[in-house]
């Protein structure tokens, strides 16, 4: 666990009084600390961009299609993020953050980042996401919400997603990937989010390269900075990975759901978010677990139940105004539900 590098106890001068010399001092800690916090999430943004041009890249010189690289390096590239953020929060031990930033990812993804999209553009959603995927995205929330609560079920039982927990939802996550590859051919418009300027090898590989270092370097930062600003701000690291991690980590998924939303691409927009909240907990919360037990804190179940309410929500509005639809109105009630939750989130702690 990372400590705050200030314990209110050293002075800049020992003759000045012991009160004064706190503020300056921590004025000077907090802000080098949110600058950096905010430099991380700028290279997480920026890696994550750079990763996927040069691999898109790489992916053209052996031939792979252009849908075949936006199902795979695209998707993969708006979650690299989360990803590296909760591999370097399961090493560290910061296993608070790497939970909150799931979760609240996941919520984001659907509330703010749909709420907006919807707001663009109306967004039509297709039958195998109405039936299969979004299913599956309550499918994913509901089984982290029984591995984390076995003491509902065994009393000496302790609330943690174990190892064998990770391997169980990346098996999960194996039949996702499977399902991906067979509808494949169904998805349309993909092609707009690959890259296209061509880049020669070397470029591609120092893309590649340059990308992963950034992702890793801005996470850590962000990891670090979010659990020194929770210290200073008297806040839980959980509830900071919920708020603060889990939308900076989302900035990618918010470029490719608004950019897809303005083009009318609206299987990419829906699917993309519900794809994300999918890989986000069997693959990155999965791999995380795999690392080090995640144990479960106190509110982790009222942030279960906010994926789940939010992803039954989304389901349900397929079914109103007799479309398969996510008209303006329902954007906006999105955004609002989102909006309280935050409050919410902050007034409790």
Known sequence: MIKPPFNGKRRLNENAPAKACFRIENR????????????????LFGGADILVKGASALARRFHVSDLAVGLTVVAFGTSTPELT??????????????????????????LLILGISAVIRPLTVTSGT??????FSVLAALAVAFMAND?????????????????????????????????????EGMED??????????????????????LIVGARLSVEGAVLIAADLGLSESLVGLTIVAVGTSLPELATSAMAAYRGNSEIAVGNIVGSNI??????????????????????????????????????FMFTWGKKLIDRREGGLLLLLYFLYMLYCFYVG
């Not at 996702?176 to 051919?185: G, P, Q």
Request: aromatic content about 12%; hydrophobic content about 50%; some cysteine.
């Open 28 to 43: 000077k800690i907090c802000t080098m600390t949110y600058f950096l916090f905010i430099l991380g999430f700028g290279l």
């Open 85 to 110: 953020v909760n591999i370097i929060s399961s090493i560290q031990g910061n296993t608070d953050i790497a939970i909150g930033n799931i979760l609240g990812s996941n919520t984001a993804n659907i």
């Open 130 to 135: 109405v039936w299969k995927e979004i299913p």
């Open 151 to 187: 003491v509902l079920f065994d009393s000496q039982a302790i609330p943690v997603i174990s190892r064998s927990d990770g391997l169980g939802l990346l098996l999960f996550f194996a039949i996702f990937l499977y399902y991906v590859v067979c509808t494949a051919s169904r998805i």
């Open 193 to 214: 989010h690959v890259p296209s300027k061509s880049l020669g090898l070397p470029a591609s590989l120092c893309f590649t390269a340059g990308g992963l270092l950034a």
């Open 279 to 316: 890989f986000n907990i069997f693959f990155i919360l999965g791999t995380s677990a795999v690392i080090r037990p995640l144990p479960f804190y106190d509110q982790g179940n009222r942030d279960i139940i906010a994926v789940l309410l939010s992803s039954l929500l989304l389901f349900g």
